[in-house]
């Protein structure tokens, strides 16, 4: 199983503009073209971005109303990526690993454990 992660921390403008980026790599990734009923489809991705997007502008001029409004609507689309890469690592192979790096996503190689000696029993 392959672990794949997104950029999602920062400040807003960064956080919204990796968004949008992945967003583009995704509709062209031919894993997610025609996802699953279970998997977030790209209209609610983008529907999730648009509302962002205005939010993070009407709260530009410090406004405490519009900045609690703007991450509220962030934290939702994070959740939404969030779910699409849930739903990626379940599909994607080791074949799969050009298309995902080409649409903005990281692979990450889990750390090896170290396999403890258990002691003997007394």
């Given at each position: 199983m392959l672990h794949l992660t997104y950029d999602l921390q920062g400040r807003p403008a960064v956080v919204l503009a990796n968004c949008k980026r992945y967003f583009n790599g995704l509709s062209v990734l031919p894993l997610y073209r025609?996802?699953?009923e279970q998997a977030v489809p790209l209209a609610t991705l983008k529907a999730a971005i648009d509302d962002a997007d205005q939010k993070f502008q009407a709260a530009i001029n410090y406004d405490r109303v519009q900045i609690v409004l703007r991450n509220k609507s962030?934290?939702?689309?994070?959740e939404l990526f969030k779910k699409v890469v849930a739903y990626l690592q379940l599909v994607a192979t080791e074949d799969d690993?050009?298309?995902l790096l080409q649409a903005g996503l990281e692979v990450v190689t889990p750390p090896k454990r170290k396999k403890t000696?258990?002691?003997a029993g007394s």
């Open positions: 025609n996802p699953p962030f934290k939702v689309m994070v690993i050009p298309d000696p258990v002691p």
